[in-house]
């Protein structure tokens, strides 16, 4: 038996894994490595777009981030907002570029030129091999807009908003199938707020509208902004009460911090983040229940990461830049093992979890970084975002771990050393297991065995400086290495791990 520690510092540890190749969580939908990009910051202007750069294409698209995008094979991404797309005229990014408006853009206080829209990022989509899940505005406009947007993408009609895409020069339709309705309405920090009420019924008109363009779209209602919400739990309860039918998906957002430098404590962020999925899928089945519904909705985790480095310099930014340098976390080696392990909490959830975004992919909290008109590097996350993203395909295995437990404070009394999860890939060669070590103090020897499988290597993130960053200068500070298994497996103290077995 274990023990429970109150001090994360300890001198001997070991943990036995048991993988269950008999009763999977699920088939994982790989929409689970979405990502996002924002109308925000150097996102798109200098992140993903800049006509003047070296490696620009054609289109403007920086070829060097296209080439990094595709290294984490990411399969959807959310556009064009976030906060931005609750004030965002969609006509504004579409046909003539040279006569599209300049504006201000309320959300984040910038200007907004335009030279981006629709037209040009399902362009880009394709180009890094991905596809475009969208967002609709509904906190100034409604279900009309989001409808005529939804004919533009996706219709084949011989009608307005069908023929104006043709006009725009794209006869095929973009067929997006993945659309969200608005953004974190229960935040008063949103341009058009509202109760949750209120967005509801203003959801479920604009679904209905939607699908009857295209049945085929797949919806995504805004459920809460973080579970420390006041409105947490109401809000998602009444929002599905009025649109459960016509929706697909509740969409859960939390950002994950260590701005006190108490990173035990930040090293079971992704106990919050499990205990959230839970939550909500809880109140999914109750009114599933309630309306005695045959229909399961699921989830959207569609905005998560790591966010507080910026938000002291962000406070001196002037407003009403274009592409001013906004949300530009720099990531450490810490943040990297906590990026990894609440994918390891999104994969033992991916029977609920369908869709999960990385909130962002280019400059604003993101894996990529570029400087405008020059270098391009790896943050820290990119590479357990990257490994998880390739490797975390097929179907996810329950892992049960016995390990060593500690206190993390505030209802996180017995937080494991060890968090693990295992996938089996579709041609079942394979199965991996992704491994974090919470402990500051010291290594772990793994036992583990699956059945009818042997290792054959191990890629671990670990280093002694938590707070080692990645930067244009010294990209590579930060990367994992390869080590080779005998036997058990050694997890190094603050460490993210991942340990491949083949059939044989
Ligand atoms: O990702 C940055 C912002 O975080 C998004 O615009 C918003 O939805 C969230 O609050």
Redesign the pocket.
């Known amino acids: 038996m274990f023990s429970t520690c109150n001090s994360p510092i300890i001198m001997i540890m070991n943990a036995y894994l048991t993988v269950d190749l008999q009763n999977p969580v699920a088939k994982i939908d790989s929409r689970l490595y979405g990502s996002?990009i924002?109308h925000?910051g150097r996102a798109v202007y200098g992140g993903v777009y800049e006509p003047s750069h070296e490696t620009a294409d054609d289109m403007g698209f920086r070829g060097d981030v296209i080439d990094m995008v595709k290294q984490l094979h990411v399969p959807i991404v959310r556009y064009p907002?976030?906060?931005?797309?609750s004030g965002y005229n969609w006509e504004d990014g579409t046909g003539d570029r040279s006569k599209r408006p300049r504006r201000m853009e309320l959300?984040?206080q910038s200007i907004e030129t335009n030279e981006v829209g629709i037209d040009e990022f399902q362009e880009w989509a394709k180009r890094a091999d991905t596809e475009v899940m969208m967002a609709v505005n509904l906190g100034t406009r409604g279900s009309a807009e989001a409808c005529n947007l939804v004919e533009y993408c996706n219709s084949e009609t011989d009608s307005y908003y069908a023929n104006l895409r043709r006009k725009n020069g794209f006869e095929t339709p973009f067929g997006i199938k993945v659309w969200c309705l608005g953004?974190?309405m229960d935040?008063e920090?949103?341009i058009g707020h509202k109760t949750a009420y209120e967005y509801g019924r203003a959801a479920c008109e604009a679904a209905k509208l939607m699908k009857w363009v295209d049945p085929t779209i797949e919806l995504v209602a805004c459920g809460s902004?973080s579970i420390y919400m006041a409105t947490f739990g109401e809000w998602e309860r009444t929002v599905l009460r009025e649109c459960y039918d016509y929706v697909d998906y509740i969409s859960l957002?939390s950002?994950y911090g260590n701005p006190s430098n108490d990173t035990p404590a930040f090293f079971a962020s992704a106990v919050d983040m499990d205990r959230f999925i839970k939550q909500v899928a809880a109140i999914c089945d109750e009114i599933k229940a309630e309306k005695h519904s045959d229909k399961t909705v699921n989830l959207s985790f569609d905005?998560w990461?790591i966010?507080f480095h910026s938000n002291a310099q962000d406070q001196k930014i002037k407003k009403w830049q274009v592409a001013p340098p906004l949300?530009e976390d720099i990531y450490n080696f810490e943040d990297a093992v906590v990026v990894g392990d609440l994918l390891i909490t999104l994969l033992n959830n991916s029977d609920r979890v369908r869709i999960a975004c990385l909130?962002?992919l280019v400059n604003?909290?993101a894996p990529i970084m570029t400087e405008t008109g020059g270098r391009i590097w790896a943050q820290t996350i990119f590479y357990p975002f990257m490994y998880t993203s390739v490797y975390g395909r097929g179907t996810a295995l329950r892992s049960f771990c016995e390990c060593e437990t500690y206190n993390a404070g505030s209802g996180k009394e017995h937080v494991p050393y060890i968090d693990t999860a295992a996938v089996l890939s579709d041609d079942e060669t394979t199965v991996t297991v992704f491994a974090v070590n919470r402990s500051l103090g010291t290594s772990c020897t793994l036992a583990l065995s699956v059945l009818g499988y042997t290792p054959v290597g191990q890629i671990a993130l670990e280093g002694d400086d938590l707070k080692a960053v990645n930067t244009a200068d010294e990209p590579n500070r930060v990367i994992p290495t390869e080590k080779p298994v005998t036997g058990d497996i050694a997890l190094s103290p603050h460490s993210w791990n991942m340990i491949v077995y083949k059939k044989g």
Do not use: K, P, R, T
């Open positions: 996002f924002e925000l907002g976030g906060n931005f797309v959300a984040w953004n974190e935040g920090w949103q902004s957002h950002y905005e990461n966010w949300l909130a962002q604003v909290i």
